[in-house]
């Protein structure tokens, strides 16, 4: 019943029209001449390259085997088998334990999981995690694309460096700079916990690595032996990226392929969420809607919800403030038109999107020098009302909490997640994933005597109440509820599978990509930070 009542509804909408039903953050007010097929290439960025022009061929998916390519094909059906939902659901899942050279933990984070489901072809979410190995603490990081995947794609690379970098004492500094002049190999200052799956930039590695360099160069050239607090470390970070993803594509490149990727990096656009964790100490860099919240649990065993960042949005008085302060007073009822920036973006704070930062001049100069910028999903368009750019920072907000033992686990994802599920929600789901995990480690209690048919009973007992068949990764626990919730807040499998077979060009409709990453904190350690400091 569920089955039919969905795949009907959603085929005859999807015949009927492919305008994006309030999730996208480009919209018809974009492109507003283009037929159907343009449409499905803005939104779809899987470029059709014809012989001769300009070619990227990134892309970063997951399996597709049972994904409908069309929403046109005759043999529509949303069937698919336990296994094979499992099989999509935890295609992108990865987790790291934190212990040291002992085997022991010693770290305030006990572990990470974390995963991704694709609705956009390919996938414009990224995610980042490290171990800092030449100052202390792990970064986590969620970057929600737009607009193509080439800017998350970027930030992803290439912000956790620039972090780690203006965290570094003068002498480290000074340490890398002589290695790398002297051509000699450098410490490493990160080590990546990655997935398979995650992509890099190989072809323009070399000029990221190069323009860290003049950064950290910079560093030095302040002459300051204190150094920066975190949060200055964060911003400062933040914002030196945003400029030279700005910058990178004004100067001249080594050949057409890195031209194209600085193109598609500036003018497509990503917002970012990043989590520094050092002891008892977490900060929380914010730029855009992706959102990081704390579980804790209190004294009395409930459980409750703290925020740790804002949306950055048309629906944030804040933001609403900062835009009128910048901007003349004459712009006040242009700066947001039907709740986007200037009518068009989502978020107020992003990084790239050089289209709302650079004045007209310079975003013409740009495209009129470079290959077929169609081929790259590049588009020219001017909104209205564009007068006193930039109306977009990637300036993040950053937010200090220092850990209790009450604080159980942090949960950074892109609005994906948040656009379906409540923050008291999540945290609810996996307070009761910890339990239910609990209960399968723990042992299973005898009476005596003990016979076959007692304990097939019990393995009965514990089957039932679907222990069995529990995602042992909490992330991938949190995106089946988030695509596959009835009204009664209960996983309905064929509402699961539905959302699952969404073809390309319909699912963006009904679910934007979901990145999710879910770090759980060592309360042993954090308690003995407060006995050894009282």
């Known amino acids: 019943m569920m089955s039919r009542t969905v795949s009907s509804w959603i085929l005859s909408s999807a015949r009927s029209s492919i305008i994006l039903q309030g999730k996208g953050r480009w919209y018809s007010i974009c492109i507003p001449n283009r037929n159907k097929n343009k449409w499905k290439l803005v939104f779809s960025k899987t470029c059709p390259y014809p012989a001769g022009s300009c070619k990227i061929d990134r892309t970063f998916s997951f399996p597709k085997a049972f994904r409908h390519t069309s929403t046109e094909e005759e043999h529509f059906s949303f069937q698919l088998s336990p296994a094979q939902i499992n099989d999509i659901l935890r295609a992108g899942e990865l987790s790291h334990r934190t212990l040291d050279l002992n085997g022991k933990n010693t770290n305030s984070v006990l572990r990470f999981e974390s995963n991704q489901l694709a609705s956009n072809s390919p996938i414009e979410d990224r995610r980042s995690a490290a171990t800092c190995l030449q100052t202390a603490g792990m970064m986590f990081g969620v970057f929600d694309g737009h607009a193509g995947a080439a800017c998350a794609q970027a930030v992803s690379e290439r912000l956790l460096h620039y972090i780690a970098v203006s965290l570094l004492p003068r002498q480290s500094l000074e340490e890398i700079e002589l290695a790398v002049e002297a051509m000699k190999p450098m410490r490493p200052i990160l080590q990546w916990h990655r997935h398979p799956n995650d992509v890099e930039y190989q072809e323009i590695a070399p000029q990221y690595f190069e323009n860290l360099r003049v950064y950290w160069q910079h560093l030095l050239d302040l002459d300051t032996e204190l150094g920066f607090s975190l949060e200055e470390a964060m911003i400062c970070a933040f914002k030196r990226l945003d400029s030279d993803i700005s910058l990178e594509v004004q100067a001249p490149q080594e050949n057409e392929l890195m031209r194209n990727i600085a193109l598609q990096v500036a003018f497509?656009?990503?917002?970012?969420?990043?989590?520094?964790?050092?002891?008892?100490?977490?900060h929380v860099a914010n730029t855009g809607d992706c959102r990081a919240i704390l579980g804790v649990r209190e004294e009395d065993g409930t459980w409750s919800t703290l925020p740790l960042t804002r949306d950055?949005?048309?629906?944030?008085?804040?933001?609403?403030?900062?835009?009128?302060?910048?901007?003349?007073?004459?712009?006040?009822?242009t700066l947001f038109v039907n709740d986007?920036?200037?009518?068009?973006?989502?978020?107020?704070?992003?990084?790239?999107?050089?289209?709302?930062?650079?004045?007209?001049?310079?975003?013409?100069?740009?495209?009129?020098?470079?290959?077929d910028v169609e081929a790259l999903n590049i588009y020219q368009y001017v909104p209205?009302?564009?007068?006193?750019?930039?109306?977009?920072?990637?300036?993040?907000?950053?937010?200090?909490?220092?850990?209790?033992?009450?604080?159980?686990?942090?949960?950074?994802?892109?609005?994906?997640?948040?656009?379906?599920?409540?923050?008291?929600?999540v945290v609810k789901l996996v307070?009761?994933?910890?339990?239910?995990?609990?209960?399968?480690?723990?042992?299973?209690?005898?009476?005596?005597?003990?016979?076959?048919?007692?304990?097939?009973?019990?393995?009965?007992?514990?089957?039932?109440?679907?222990?069995?068949?529990?995602?042992?990764?909490?992330?991938?626990?949190?995106?089946?509820?988030?695509?596959?919730?009835?009204e009664y807040g209960e996983v309905d499998p064929e509402k699961l599978a539905a959302m699952l077979t969404l073809p390309e060009d319909l699912a963006r409709m009904y679910r934007d990509d979901i990145t999710v990453t879910v770090v759980?904190?060592?309360?042993?350690t954090i308690e003995d930070y407060y006995r050894n400091h009282k």
């Open 431 to 486: 307070a009761g994933h910890l339990a239910e995990l609990n209960m399968q480690k723990s042992p299973l209690t005898f009476k005596k005597p003990i016979n076959l048919g007692y304990m097939h009973n019990l393995l009965l007992q514990r089957k039932s109440k679907g222990l069995a068949s529990l995602d042992q990764n909490i992330a991938t626990h949190l995106i089946r509820h988030a695509i596959g919730s009835n």
């Open 268 to 282: 497509s656009g990503a917002t970012a969420c990043v989590a520094h964790i050092d002891g008892v100490h977490l």
């Open 520 to 524: 759980y904190f060592n309360s042993e």
């Open 312 to 333: 950055h949005n048309a629906y944030d008085e804040f933001e609403i403030r900062r835009l009128k302060r910048e901007h003349p007073r004459s712009e006040e009822k």
């Open 384 to 425: 209205p009302n564009y007068y006193t750019p930039p109306y977009l920072t990637a300036e993040p907000e950053v937010t200090y909490h220092k850990l209790r033992s009450k604080d159980k686990f942090l949960v950074i994802a892109s609005d994906g997640l948040w656009e379906m599920l409540s923050n008291e929600k």
């Open 340 to 371: 986007r920036l200037l009518g068009i973006l989502m978020p107020s704070r992003a990084f790239g999107d050089v289209q709302l930062k650079w004045s007209k001049e310079l975003q013409h100069s740009i495209l009129e020098n470079s290959c």
